[in-house]
């Protein structure tokens, strides 16, 4: 039985799941964090759903290794396939990034379309458009994937004429669609959020799983009478499988400040 000091754990494919750690901090401040991001073997959103929910597996005992309360799947590639046998395999709430996004699109649209975008292998998943049409069957969903999205927001090109053209060229067919809320279905997406929105226009709400998801952590942890005690002084960790010098300095952009003691695990 773990303790409430016991920290969140949080994985994701590499640098992109911050912005669910960013939100989660946030959230919850006096809550320690782990986090490790699965450098060596990022991208996720180009593999098979078999290996990606393989890297999951062993993500999940990287982490678990260390005092855990709850695990957060932030990757939504890792979440879209290998949620189930997370859930099967481990003995701590495991949560991910898919349901809390489908949960908050099906509350904002007032027309019941709703565009969802992510990597191709989410995206082939289905697993965001089955979330979405579980919730609320009449549903009309609109599905692409952007994978030049990541590594444009890994290179921190997020305005300008290139990636306001990548966006053209992906979002067009979704804003024909006419949807009115747009699921930014990948970890990377909410550093695209000024470009998406100009080119989706001001009728359509963009959602962003991280921030839902950090308020799903606070209810379970509520539910499971393990918050962290109030004035409790947090730890964060940042734990890589590769590459951590890389990891720093790309993820200080998604933090908006400098990481130091990133440290290298094996896998
Ligand atoms: N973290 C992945 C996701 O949210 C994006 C990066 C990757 O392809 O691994 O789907």
């Not at 290996?51 to 890792?78: F, G, H, M, P, S």
């Not at 396939?81 to 996004?101: K, M, Q, S």
């Not at 992510?118 to 599905?143: C, E, H, K, M, W």
Request: with cysteine; hydrophobic share 45%; aromatic share 6%.
């Amino acid at each position: 039985m773990s303790d409430t000091k016991a920290a969140i754990g949080i994985f994701d494919s590499g640098v992109g799941g911050l912005t669910v750690f960013r939100a989660i901090r946030q959230r919850l401040p006096e809550e320690s964090l782990i986090y490790l991001g699965d450098t060596a073997r990022v991208p996720y959103g180009s593999k098979s759903g078999a290996a990606v929910t393989r890297y999951a597996l062993a993500c999940a005992e990287i982490v678990l290794k260390q005092d855990v309360k709850l695990l957060v799947v932030a990757c939504n590639t890792a979440s879209a396939h290998a949620l189930d046998v997370l859930r099967d395999e481990l003995d701590v709430p495991v949560l991910g990034v898919i349901e809390p996004g489908a949960r908050l699109a099906v509350e904002r649209t007032r027309i019941e379309r709703v565009g969802v975008i992510g990597t191709v292998s989410t995206i082939r998943s289905a697993a965001y458009q089955d979330a979405l049409t579980g919730l609320a069957p009449n549903l009309r969903v609109f599905a692409k994937a952007c994978p030049l999205f990541v590594p444009l927001a890994e290179e921190g090109w997020t305005e300008g004429f290139v990636p306001e053209a990548i966006a053209r060229a992906y979002l067009d067919e979704l804003k024909e669609a006419e949807a009115d809320a747009l699921v930014l279905g990948c970890t990377h997406y909410p550093l695209l959020k000024p470009i998406i929105g100009s080119v989706m226009g001001p009728e359509v709400e963009l959602i962003d799983s991280a921030e839902t998801t950090a308020s799903v952590v606070e209810a379970t942890l509520e539910g499971i009478g393990l918050r962290a005690p109030p004035g409790n002084l947090p730890s964060f960790r940042y734990n890589v499988t590769d590459s951590p010098e890389a990891f720093a300095e790309v993820g200080a952009r998604f933090l908006g400040h400098p990481i130091d003691d990133v440290e290298w695990v094996d896998f």
